[in-house]
């Protein structure tokens, strides 16, 4: 075909054909301002939803039926992300889980992910390129 390329690498199939829905990913932090940067992220991309707490994630899930993806940050107040997870799974078994963390990946979040709780680790700062790739990955694109 031609030369060159007329689509960036962050354009989605969403955003190529307006008529097919976007998939909703539900992103769980305490940090008010990851949420907004998150959501200014992956809005083009993606019906981002934020929840900024385990508990308030849980209601989300009870309520959006159709997420596809939960991004859950480790370290929050009263429910860290392994536990929101964990919790999660009970409701809503058939969801792509990850978690983002600005700490060490730990034992507790190997195993995790060497059970199939967590289908990946993500550090912070997050690096959006790099969660877009295995989103994609994840959404056959």
């Known amino acids: 075909m031609g030369e060159g390329n007329y689509f960036s690498d962050q354009t989605s199939r969403a955003s190529m054909n307006p008529s097919e829905p976007k998939q909703k990913l539900l992103y769980v932090d305490d940090e008010i301002l990851n949420l907004y940067l998150f959501r200014e992220y992956f809005r083009n991309e993606y019906e981002v939803i934020v929840a900024q ?3 308030e994630a849980i209601e989300e899930l009870s309520e959006n039926k159709d997420v596809q993806f939960v991004i859950s940050d480790m370290r929050m107040p009263k ?63």
């Open 53 to 55: 707490s385990g508990q």
């Open 79 to 141: 429910m860290n992300g392994l536990e929101f997870i964990t919790k999660a799974q009970e409701i809503r078994p058939n969801i792509t889980y990850c978690i983002l963390t600005g700490y060490d990946l730990t034992p507790d979040i190997e195993k995790a992910i060497g059970e199939k709780k967590v289908a990946r680790y993500f550090s912070k700062p997050f690096d959006p390129t790099e969660i877009s790739l295995f989103l994609s990955a994840g959404k056959g694109n």
